[in-house]
């Protein structure tokens, strides 16, 4: 029943944090990470919105691509990806940047 007293359009904005930890084995030889990012279709929701990405290492020229749908199938089609974010970052070995 409550169902169907859900808005088709939010009227309103929530602003949750969530942290993700993963395992930090200090290797700073690889050169990208690939994650999916999904929305539960339990409530409406209009936009979802990364705004930072923890890194450290030697870092330097840096991008972010984001694709619609998620990433499977896709890895290696550029076409199919779009440029979020790109800029020089410093290196910082001991301590996370954004």
């Given at each position: ?10 009227d ?41 990405i ?23 089609k ?17 301590d996370?940047?954004?």
């Amino acid at each position: 029943m409550s169902a169907l007293l859900l808005k088709k359009q939010a009227d309103y904005l929530v602003h949750d944090s969530y942290t993700v930890e993963t395992e930090d084995h200090e290797d700073h030889t690889f050169n990208g990470v690939m994650f999916d990012v999904e929305v539960l279709d339990r409530r409406p929701v209009q936009a979802l919105v990364v705004d930072s990405i923890h890194v450290r290492g030697g870092l330097g020229q840096m991008s972010v691509w984001c694709v619609e749908g998620g990433r499977r199938g896709v890895e290696e089609k550029p076409a199919a990806w779009t440029q979020a974010f790109s800029r020089h970052v410093n290196a910082s070995w001991r301590d996370f940047t954004s």
